[in-house]
């Protein structure tokens, strides 16, 4: 056998050596990681707040033999109804439509071919009102101007990020504090945080007095309105290496 071809044979030989000691040298490392010891964590972080504006949606439904007079009396209503809006402070860029629909309505009979009866229209529009303390009289504004639906009410928070900001911090304390718990009930020493996640975000409470029924009781007040507290509330995951 030639000098050179043997070069070439021992040559093939090394690489193939060397390539199962290069392939396991990085699952070593894999492996460590593997067997570290961890605690997954979840927790939540909430921070009371008072509400700074409020979201209401109301509405003007009305109803005529022909499809052009129900819309001009719910244009006529709609029309007085923004009127007073503006004459109460309510500036234009809070004031959006969120629905406007036109329909036929029916009569039903057995055994009958249901009967045109007319048309209903119905117009609503989404405000923003930021001066809580006015709220109540804007509602009983509008409603003499002419609204006659009120489907909802929200209130919240024209810029949350401080109290968001502040229910992360409570939250990412109570998983530290958490997770040393465990680490002492283990036997063992808090180590790095290895993952953070987050999740979450307020949770507006919900109106449970109908504005019809409160009016009834004070008709000389404006329609009272209780903000109440809003809840904000932030979730938070997060992974602790446990050492010894």
Known sequence: MSASRQK?????AALLLAAPLGAH???ADDAVLLHMTTVNLQATGEVKADPDQASLTFG???????AAEAMRLNRVKMASSLAALKSGGIDGKDVQTSSLTLGAQYAYAPNQPPRLTGYQASNQVTVVVHDLGR????????TAAGINQINGIEFGLADPRASEDEARRRAVKALAARAALYADASGLKLGRLVTLTEGGGYQPPVLRKTFAAVAMRNAEAPTPIEPGKL?????VSATYELVR
């Not at 070439?8 to 093939?12: E, K, W, Y």
């Not at 709220?135 to 509008?142: E, K, R, S, Y």
């Not at 809840?231 to 979730?235: G, H, K, P, T």
């Open 25 to 27: 040298a990085a699952p």
């Open 60 to 66: 003007v439904q009305t109803q005529a033999t022909t």
């Open 8 to 12: 070439i044979i021992f040559a093939l």
């Open 231 to 235: 809840i904000l509330s932030i979730d």
């Open 135 to 142: 709220l109540g009289a804007i509602i009983d504004a509008v």
